[in-house]
């Protein structure tokens, strides 16, 4: 199900166990094209650093090489906006959240190059892509 976006992320809500979409998650990043080059445990990370208690919730770094040298090719400082983050978070026993950085910002916030705006057209059709197969 389609939830409502922020203006910078492509938000679904999947009614199934963390795990189980966590997986899925991981699986779909694959078959879009996009390697998982980084992921951090923000629930572990924030219990063990503060000591505190938040829903389980895993940050995906996902890259598609391709479009990261584009996007590299069009304007070098988009690096510090790469990898794509993909994160999947529990907000109950059988429900996540799956949010995804939404490639189109890039755009926005670096004036709107026509080979950037590219790039992001096909990240975002990417990501959409898995966000639409978890339904």
Request: with cysteine; hydrophobic share 50%; charged share 15%.
């Amino acid at each position: 199900m389609l939830v409502g976006m922020t203006s910078y992320t492509l938000t679904r809500e999947v009614p199934r166990p963390f795990d189980d979409v966590l997986a899925e998650v991981r699986a779909g990043l694959v078959e879009q094209g996009f390697g998982v080059i980084s992921e951090i445990d923000l629930a572990g990370t924030l219990h063990a650093k503060l000591g505190v208690e938040v829903p389980p919730q895993v940050i995906l770094g996902a890259c598609r090489p391709q479009l990261a040298h584009q996007a590299l090719q069009a304007d070098p400082s988009v690096a510090a906006m790469l990898p794509c983050n993909v994160v999947v978070r529990s907000t109950g026993p059988s429900e996540c959240v799956v949010e995804a950085f939404d490639p189109d910002t890039m755009v926005t916030m670096t004036g709107g190059a026509p080979a950037l705006a590219l790039v992001a057209t096909d990240a975002r059709a990417r990501l959409l892509g898995l966000l639409d197969a978890l339904a």
